[in-house]
């Protein structure tokens, strides 16, 4: 049985509880996705996701507890079992690998995650950082966390076949990666890069024969060039799935040639870290919402992103792959340490950021007119109007060759930027959503 593209959102969100590639083989004895949620529901307090009060709201607001009874009645997806990792692993990701116990069917599904939990997390003898790695992807080709997928991958495949045994050796195997957000990237670069990688020893029957990924951001016009041959022979086994208004999934050029499918989930309760979460594209019964069109915010979210990379491509002087690294060093601090206006400021004021930030923020433009005339936000909006103001200027010098004067003007935006801070962390103490999280983003 292969699993539908629904089931396969639950598999990708079960993943976000980092306990599940704890729970891999012991004492010689798989373990079942039944008996990790039996476990769980046993004392559920000890379990949590990444997401858990990260942002404000707790895993039961952001539906983890709709996708974990929705397996719970699933008896397929409870037999599953998880056969890597294992104990015996040295663990540096939280992304499984499943089969079907039925050695007839060989079905094999490769989880993948963002490992946002661990991060940074040394991985042979470098130092990765999941939110650094998100950032490069925007001008490599292959960041070290992508390459370490293709591992995981290997990994997982003899994994399986040792668990398949030595009579289905010959077989093919049916298999299938999937992963949301940073885990659907990781899915589709592999599923793209997967035979080049292997060269001499490639074999069709450990090949993936399906990929589908949710709300996952795109990739440098790198990679698109150095794999353009290997997109276009192998695009088609890829299924994007994005809200019609997502954020994530519209950062970035999209691999040309994959199906792009996307869901009307509504206005989430969870604000605004409701569109990125997967149980809002879910109904009661486990069944996508409707689908419909991308919304014109994900539209300019895509255009914006795609040329600000090519901007930014060809700007002298400008150190852009240290400033990606400030960015991402950034936000980790935010997301993951709510340090606003302490070691994340420290890492996103530097000059080149501010410069790269606001030629962003110059082709964001409409998007940041249509926030606030959906929204209605009229909160400091002197102060907006000011670093719209300096961010125009910022990109009149980049456009004239001037980067003297685009420095000094980032100077002057530093100020603006720091309150522009200060009012969205004022926001999210105060329980104000809505206004902290719209002054974070303008």
């Known amino acids: 049985m292969r699993l539908s593209d629904e089931k396969l959102l639950l598999l990708d ?10 729970t891999g083989k012991e004492n010689d004895e798989y373990v079942s996705i039944g008996e990790f949620i039996n476990d769980m529901k046993k004392g559920i307090d000890d379990y949590e996701t990444i ?22 009645s699933d008896n397929y997806l409870k037999d599953l079992v998880i056969i890597y990792p294992d104990s015996s692993n040295l663990k540096s990701t939280s992304s499984v690998c499943l089969v079907d116990p039925d050695p007839e069917k060989l079905d094999v599904y490769v989880i993948y995650v963002g490992n946002y939990a661990d991060s940074p997390y040394k991985y042979e003898s470098k130092e990765i950082s999941t939110w650094g790695n998100n950032v490069l992807g925007a001008i490599q080709s292959d960041t070290d966390e992508q390459k370490r997928q293709l591992d995981f991958y ?3 495949i003899e994994a399986a076949r040792a668990y398949f045994g030595e009579e289905k050796e010959n077989e093919d195997l049916n298999i299938t990666v999937s992963g949301h957000s940073a885990g659907g990237n990781h899915a589709q670069y592999v599923t793209i890069t997967y035979k080049d990688y292997m060269g001499d020893n490639y074999e069709t029957i450990n090949d993936i024969d399906k990929c589908v990924s949710f709300d996952s951001q795109g990739f440098s016009f790198e990679f698109l060039k150095t794999y353009s041959q290997a997109i276009e022979n192998r695009a088609d086994k890829i299924t994007s799935y994005c809200p019609t208004d997502a954020t994530v999934g519209g950062c970035m050029p999209s691999i040309p040639g994959i199906e792009e499918k996307f869901i009307d989930i509504g206005f989430p309760n969870a604000f605004p870290i409701g569109y990125h ?3 809002e594209m879910l109904n009661e019964n486990g069944e996508f919402k409707q689908e419909g069109e991308p919304s014109l915010k994900y539209t300019l979210l895509k255009k914006a992103t795609t040329c600000t990379l090519a901007i930014t491509e060809k700007l002298p002087g400008i150190d852009v792959e240290k400033t990606l690294v400030e960015v991402g060093e950034f936000i980790d601090a935010v997301a993951n340490k709510g340090d606003v206006l302490g070691e994340g400021k420290d890492l996103i004021f530097s000059k080149d950021s501010i410069i790269v930030l606001g030629i962003l923020l110059k082709e964001l433009e409409p998007l940041v007119d249509l926030n606030k005339a959906t929204l209605g936000i009229t909160v400091a909006g002197a102060t907006i109007n000011e670093i719209d103001n300096c961010i125009e200027e910022i990109g009149d010098f980049v ?12 100077d002057e935006t530093f100020c603006k930027l720091r309150l522009g801070l200060q009012l969205y962390q004022g926001g999210m103490l105060t ?6 999280a719209v002054n974070f983003i303008i």
Request: no cysteine; aromatic share 8%; proline share 2%.
């Open 277 to 279: 979460m997967p149980a």
């Open 51 to 72: 997401f858990n009060e990260k942002f404000v709201y707790n895993d039961k607001q952001l539906g983890m507890d709709k996708i974990i009874d929705l397996i719970d």
């Open 399 to 410: 456009e004239s060759g001037d980067i003297i004067q685009a420095i000094d003007r980032a």
């Open 431 to 436: 329980g104000n959503q809505v206004v902290g």
């Open 154 to 156: 290997n990994a997982s």
């Open 13 to 22: 969100t079960l993943v976000y509880f980092a306990k599940l590639s704890d």
